[in-house]
């Protein structure tokens, strides 16, 4: 089994920072992408930023020099530095890990955390 534990959300006022952190665990034998999404009551699941292994970076425009992704392939984790806070950003945040579980196989599957609240008071 994989797991992805993320941690880090919480409240804030806008203008503040924050910073969530997802680790993956389990029967890994290759970590490709990993990302975190992000969805707002009433809203379909966006993409906030992605990384690569070898660290090509995507975000999506309303984050863009606001947020930043970063990863430890040591540690199999992913973070996002999220500052200067809007309340638009008010969502539940969601890891990503596209895995390789198996040797005899190349395939690889996408994988969720179970979310975390952010919250961002005007």
């Known amino acids: 089994q994989v797991q992805l534990v993320e941690s880090g959300g919480g409240l804030v006022q806008a203008g503040g920072s924050l910073r969530l952190s997802c680790a993956a665990s389990?029967?890994?034998?290759?970590?490709?992408?990993m990302g975190w999404y992000r969805q707002a009551p009433g809203k379909q699941r966006e993409l906030v930023a992605t990384?690569?292994?070898?660290?090509?970076?995507t975000y999506t425009d309303s984050v863009k020099g606001r947020f930043t992704i970063s990863r430890d392939n040591a540690k199999n984790t992913v973070d996002l530095q999220m500052n200067s806070l809007k309340p638009d950003d008010t969502a539940v945040y969601y890891c990503?890990?596209?895995?390789?579980?198996?040797?005899?196989?190349?395939?690889?599957?996408?994988?969720w955390g179970q979310g975390t609240q952010v919250t961002v008071s005007s």
């Open positions: 389990g029967s890994i034998v290759r970590l490709n992408a």
């Open positions: 990384i690569t292994v070898g660290d090509s970076i």
């Open positions: 990503n890990a596209n895995i390789r579980r198996s040797i005899y196989s190349r395939q690889s599957f996408d994988y």
